[in-house]
């Protein structure tokens, strides 16, 4: 939830240098539960660009669902010891505070260990520090563990008031690395006024690939077409022809943007190593360019986009991909889910969820809980951050939803 509101709702959390600890998972267990199953129904606005998929046609929401901790940011990446490890910030795991503001931020990893989603282990619980000037807040996104080593990537926000104004997307800044599982940790290269693009030089200025989050390609990176990581992204082009406000923010952007690289440590630090897509050929094939300034948009859809994330479903043949549009990044957020046969395209659309949540954001289907069906899969997102500091009343719809790692037990619908 990286706006003005974060400093409101944790100014009081004190921060810790370096803190680890260890649960069963009962001790942050915030819920669990059932509710009557319910297909969510699809309203895409009249201008949306993306046809409807003709093999998935919705979402059905089973009933299931629970919720641990009290944080967000929570991208689980399936590790070859069938371990997830993820990220999260700006709350508490345990008696674990993060908070991902000011020259101490800290963000914040965890394991989570187990087969079941309604009963996971969460352990190995830290923080770790990264000054985020010339910025105001630092806050994880892209969150890949393969091979042994762990990349875990932050981006910047930008404090345009003292802390009054968090509505503006700062640049990628890197990944650090681990060979331990997160133990220890070798810093990035990068700084956010040195980050990893070619982003703007001057904070304010547009930043088209914000957010990235890496491509889940099930444990250990198994179901990667070529061997290589891909991340997706949020982002903007100027000029804009109708901007909003928030218009490139955390939540909120105008286009999707896709990357890959070989993953090593020194790869992911390396920006000569990525190749961007660059739009498709005369011949509608994809093109790929190392040239950061001739990137072109995946999906292209002005005041409609914000976060992502895709996962690809071997059992389908197909990739998933959630984005959520923030609108004003404070107010009732809407999520919809893309289907497509190949990681570059062409995108359908299979639900367009209005008011998930109704404040979801973070959205993401974790491979490790994918049944092998392809149909049924737990989505995973934090929800209703403003209701406690902003006193909105957002319901938690579907029930479960609220401010934490939230599972939600789906099934995919098909003609």
């Not at 345009?160 to 650090?176: A, E, Y």
């Not at 957010?211 to 991340?231: C, E, I, T, W």
């Not at 000029?239 to 943007?257: C, E, H, K, V």
């Not at 890959?260 to 094939?285: C, H």
């Amino acid at each position: 939830m990286p706006d003005s509101s974060r400093r409101a709702f944790l100014q009081s959390a004190a921060l810790l240098t370096c803190a680890r600890s260890t649960f069963a998972s009962d001790p942050y267990l915030a819920e669990e539960g059932n509710f009557v199953a319910k297909i969510w129904p699809s309203t895409p606005p009249p201008n949306c660009p993306l046809p409807r998929s003709s093999s998935l046609t919705g979402l059905r929401f089973l009933g299931r669902f629970a919720r641990y901790a009290h944080a967000d940011t929570w991208y689980p990446s399936w590790a070859s010891d069938d371990n997830l490890y993820s990220p999260w910030t700006d709350g508490e795991v345990g008696d674990v505070k993060s908070m991902s503001f000011g020259p101490d931020a800290r963000t914040g990893q965890a394991k989570i260990s187990g087969g079941d989603p309604l009963h996971l282990t969460i352990s190995d619980v830290r923080t770790y520090r990264g000054d985020p000037a010339p910025y105001g807040g630092r806050y994880p996104c892209g969150s890949l563990l393969y091979n042994g080593v762990w990349y875990y990537g932050t981006y910047c926000l930008i404090d345009t008031k003292k802390g009054l104004n968090w509505d503006i997307l700062g640049p990628f800044v890197g990944f650090r690395t681990s060979t331990d599982f997160g133990k220890t940790w070798q810093d990035t290269p990068h700084t956010p006024a040195r980050p990893l693009f070619p982003e703007p030089e001057h904070p304010g200025k547009t930043v088209r690939f914000g957010v990235p989050h890496v491509v889940d390609f099930g444990r250990n990176m198994q179901h990667s077409p070529d061997g290589k990581a891909y991340l997706v992204a949020h982002g903007s082009a100027e000029p804009d022809p109708a901007p909003r406000p928030a218009n490139a923010s955390w939540i909120t952007g105008d286009q999707i943007y896709l990357a890959r690289v070989t993953p090593s440590i020194a790869n992911l630090n390396d920006a000569s190593q990525y190749e961007f897509f660059a739009g498709n050929n005369g011949s509608g094939k994809p093109t790929w360019t190392h040239d950061f300034r001739r990137i072109k948009p995946l999906i292209d859809w002005n005041n409609n986009c914000g976060n992502v994330t895709a996962t690809y479903v071997p059992a389908l043949r197909k990739y998933l991909m959630c984005i959520t549009d923030g609108r004003n990044t404070i107010s009732r957020f809407n999520t919809y889910i893309l289907e497509s046969d190949l990681i570059t395209g062409p995108w359908k659309l299979v639900t367009y969820m209005q008011s998930f949540g109704e404040q979801g954001y973070f959205v993401n289907f974790p491979s490790k809980f994918i049944q092998s069906d392809g149909r049924r899969m737990w989505l995973c997102y934090a929800a209703n951050f403003t209701n406690g500091y902003l006193h909105t009343n957002f319901a938690a719809n579907p029930p479960g939803s609220g401010y934490g790692m939230t599972l939600q037990e789906v099934e995919i619908l098909s003609s």
